[in-house]
């Protein structure tokens, strides 16, 4: 997959994410050309995919687009090795290999895991706050207790 063709693809994903969010404004193609029929044919496929989906997407095409200006596309982030050219085929906007892909989603996985772990350790803690009272607010507890 050459610099052109990759570009090409990119132009094409954006296209139809912009188009399907009714935004205007960017490189659109003329009409009847064979990029804008291509781009038709891919918005319908945009089009089921929520909008939440589409912004992502989008800004991943933008920041891939970035990497073929500067030279660095598929170059994997993780391990700076060359990226798969059928995973760019299938994924142009893809930025890492699929191992580092792979790792990158298993530590994210990992550290929702730690996160929760964390939020119940601080809830302990919390419990141990009534010994630090002044007496008369100590006072103001033992009243409470015995009513
Ligand atoms: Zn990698």
């Known amino acids: 997959m050459t ?4 570009r090409a693809d990119l132009e094409k994903h954006r296209n139809a994410i912009v188009r399907s969010l009714g935004l205007r404004g960017l490189s659109t193609p003329q009409r009847g050309d ?3 029929r291509a781009v038709d044919d891919l918005e319908r496929t945009v089009a089921v995919e929520t909008k939440a989906v589409r912004l992502g997407r989008l800004v991943l095409i ?4 970035n990497r073929l200006v500067l ?4 170059i994997c982030l993780g ?10 085929r299938a994924i142009p906007w893809a930025d890492r290999c699929v191992h580092c892909q792979e790792m990158l989603e298993l530590e994210a996985q990992a550290n929702r895991g730690s ?3 964390r939020r119940a350790v601080d809830a302990d803690d919390g419990d141990e706050a009534p010994k630090h009272l002044e007496p008369d607010l100590q006072h103001f507890t033992d009243m409470k207790e015995s009513d």
């Open 3 to 6: 610099m052109r063709q990759a």
């Open 34 to 36: 064979e990029v804008d």
């Open 62 to 65: 933008e920041m891939a687009l």
């Open 71 to 74: 030279g660095e596309y598929g």
């Open 79 to 88: 391990c700076e090795k060359p990226i798969a050219p059928a995973r760019l």
């Open 115 to 117: 996160a929760k772990r």
